[in-house]
């Protein structure tokens, strides 16, 4: 796959410098996505959608702060839901995307709820991508084992082996290949030959560990009204549950649910059933 998109910066009102992919063939007036990553990844998660979506769609891509090509923060304190969504709006103002569709991976999908809560009427639609507003505890302790248990300077063939011993019994079908691809979206090569994980790894740990969603989830989703939702969830996830996306049901009525098969937390959106469910979704709304 050859990609086609601008990479660009701009710096936040702090001076960090934040990181974007722009896929804009379809041209700047063309409806907007921006996508929102999960906690521990980059922009490079959404090559393929974003490839998929960019001739209708212009596809915006972060990467987060503290994450890939944007600027580490020397106060971690700002690894935070409140900190991200602002960062996000800051972007939307800074490309002048008066509206458009949010979607998020996990902490991607907790970004882009909060977002909603500060300013629906700017929202076409969101697709939550294995995210709630609960969170399964044995999924946030596979989390939690994941970040402490990454060594933080490794060969290509000991981070393979490492990312495929943490979440293999989530991917059953990914291959080899598929393994590697994933180290090098998470991992960035070092002069040594070896490779780390692409994050602020120390910072966001110590975030995280305090983390607080800034307000009531549940509550702040209720609040998403008649915005079109999407959620995707992975028949093997161990983050969103049956009973959670049940409960989700109960209180949004017109919510759209989709079951990835055979992967857990999180789908890749390289899955047919992925690629298909986000194609049928955006193919209703009015952008």
């Not at 907007?32 to 998660?45: E, F, M, P, Q, Y």
């Not at 629906?120 to 969170?135: Q, T």
């Not at 082996?161 to 290949?177: C, M, V």
């Amino acid at each position: 796959m050859i990609e086609q998109y601008q990479e660009c910066y701009f710096k936040l009102a702090d001076g960090l410098r934040l990181y974007y992919r722009d896929y804009n063939r379809a041209g700047r007036s063309a409806p907007a996505i921006i996508c929102l990553h999960g906690v521990t990844r980059n922009s490079k998660d959404f090559a393929e959608l974003a490839e998929h979506l960019a001739p209708l769609w212009r596809v915006i891509v972060p990467d987060i702060r503290g994450r890939g090509k944007t600027d580490y923060d020397d106060n971690w304190h700002n690894y935070q839901l409140s900190v991200y969504a602002e960062d996000s709006w800051a972007l939307a103002d800074h490309l002048q995307l008066d509206r458009f569709v949010l979607i998020g991976t996990s902490m991607g999908g907790l970004i882009a709820k909060v977002m909603a809560a500060q300013q629906l009427h700017r929202l076409s639609a969101v697709v939550l991508n294995d995210i709630g507003p609960e969170i399964s505890p044995q999924g946030i302790a596979r989390i939690f084992n994941y970040m402490g248990d990454t060594k933080a300077d490794c060969d290509l063939n000991e981070a393979v082996a490492k990312l495929r011993a943490i979440s293999g019994p989530f991917f059953p079908d990914l291959d080899q290949a598929g393994w590697r691809k994933q180290v090098l979206r998470a991992y960035k090569l070092l002069e040594n030959g070896h490779y780390v994980v692409d994050y602020d790894r120390a910072g966001v740990a110590k975030a995280l560990s305090e983390a607080v969603f800034p307000g009531d989830p549940w509550e702040v989703f209720s609040r998403l009204g008649d915005l079109p939702v999407l959620v995707l969830r992975g028949e093997l996830s161990d983050l969103l549950t049956t009973e959670i996306v049940a409960r989700m049901l109960k209180l949004k009525t017109d919510l759209q649910t989709v079951t990835i098969p055979r992967v857990g937390h999180a789908p890749l959106l390289d899955e047919p059933e992925s690629v298909h469910s986000i194609d049928q979704f955006l193919q209703q709304i009015d952008a």
